[in-house]
Nanobody, 124 residues
Framework: QVQLVESGGGSVQGGGALRLSCAASGRTYSSYTMGWFRQAPGKEREFVAAISRRSSNIDYADSVKGRFTISRANAKNTVYLQMTSLKHADTAVYYC?????????????????WGQGTQVTVSS
């Protein structure tokens, strides 16, 4: 099990940028595949991006491809989500998740551990 704490959320105008961080505790952090999901009011949680243990496998939702970048620093037990060209439609609570699978997955059920989430609000 790994504990996850997200940070870096906030309010930004459309076209702006934010970088989310997710700090993990636990000695085996580097063995986890990490993902970012988001949930907007009244909508289901949706996949945003995921990165494998050694960053060799990365996947993005079509809606964020080219605008968001996921990365990880295993020495710091941290995964990042750099978000640029933000749109109002990106407004949501963003969650970090950890899973023990080898390859990335878009399914929320594949991830066993979740953070509490951080709010991102983009004004149009």
């Amino acid at each position: 099990q790994v504990q996850l704490v997200e940070s870096g959320g906030g309010s930004v105008q459309g076209g702006g940028a934010l970088r989310l961080s997710c700090a993990a505790s636990g000695r085996t952090y580097s063995s986890y595949t990490m993902g970012w999901f988001r949930q907007a009011p009244g909508k289901e949680r949706e996949f945003v991006a995921a990165i494998s243990r050694r960053s060799s496998n990365i996947d993005y939702a079509d809606s964020v491809k080219g605008r968001f970048t996921i990365s990880r620093a295993n020495a710091k037990n941290t995964v990042y989500l750099q978000m640029t060209s933000l749109k109002h439609a990106d407004t949501a609570v963003y969650y970090c998740a950890a899973g023990e699978m080898v390859v990335v997955s878009r399914r929320a059920s594949a991830y066993a551990d979740w953070g509490q989430g951080t709010q991102v609000t983009v004004s149009s």
